[in-house]
């Protein structure tokens, strides 16, 4: 399979702990982007990356989250001091820069569950 | 403030009907928009493109118009069937190639 591939697909944790996911994207896309999306809601922004530069971040992304690239290619999503308000899909999608705009491709996404 | 809205939350309808769904913008002008469906528990997929400077768009059963005067795109499936149900979603691109704004989604049930 050579789709966008993330791991786990589900994280149960105690409040206060931290998590990492990662995100595997297609191999020769260059852009990778994260995503929250929770019940009843379409995927909001959170971070991107040309390559291993991370190009912006949403304002609604607090100091508890950071992200990576570290050599272009996979990437992985920390989130310290988990909260209850964590719990979310988080999403990873990837895309090819192109003339014309581009889709994106995602993951299956990784189900956080902050108890 | 800025906002999009998707025409309702759940849309139902019979199968061989077409579905119509709504996107409304506000405060924003994308260059690109895009639609996705979502099945549940899963992430979204790319369904279709459209360019401010194109009027329609079709693929298959899909036909996606962009009127970016009335600040509007309507997604058509023609023909509908019941694996067309799922969750779509409509999704600006400001300037090509940047971070997608998505709207929350219809959820579409197709009724044998």
């Known amino acids: 399979d050579t789709g966008v591939s993330q791991d786990p697909r589900h994280k149960i944790t105690k409040r206060g702990q931290n998590v990492t996911f990662r995100c595997d994207p297609i191999?020769?896309?260059?852009?990778l982007y994260w995503y929250r999306q929770t019940l009843g809601q379409g995927p909001e922004f959170l971070t991107y990356?040309?390559?291993?530069?991370?190009?912006?971040k949403s304002r609604l992304l607090s100091d508890r989250f950071s992200a990576e690239r570290p050599k272009g290619s996979f990437s992985t999503l920390e989130i310290q001091r988990t909260e209850q308000g964590d719990s979310a899909m988080y999403l990873c999608?990837?895309?090819?820069?192109?003339?014309?705009?581009?889709?994106?491709?995602f993951g299956q996404g990784t189900r956080l569950t902050v108890v | 403030s800025q906002k999009i809205e998707q025409n309702s939350e759940a849309l139902n309808i019979q199968e061989g009907k077409t579905a119509t769904l709504t996107c409304n913008y506000t405060?924003?002008?994308?260059?690109?928009l895009q639609w996705y469906r979502q099945d549940p528990g899963r992430g979204p997929v790319f369904l279709l493109l459209?360019?401010?400077?194109?009027k329609e768009k079709r693929k298959e059963r899909l036909k996606v118009t962009f009127d970016t005067t009335l600040k509007q795109s309507l997604f058509h499936i023609t023909a509908s069937q019941p694996a067309d149900s799922a969750t779509y979603l409509c999704?600006?691109?400001?300037?090509?190639?940047?971070?997608?704004?998505f709207g929350k989604g219809t959820r579409l049930s197709v009724i044998a």
């Open positions: 999704a600006l691109d400001m300037r090509g190639n940047t971070p997608l704004v």
């Open positions: 459209i360019r401010e400077n194109e």
């Open positions: 999608a990837s895309s090819l820069v192109r003339t014309g705009g581009a889709e994106a491709f």
């Open positions: 405060n924003y002008s994308p260059a690109y």
């Open positions: 990356f040309q390559n291993e530069a991370q190009l912006e």
């Open positions: 191999s020769e896309h260059n852009r």
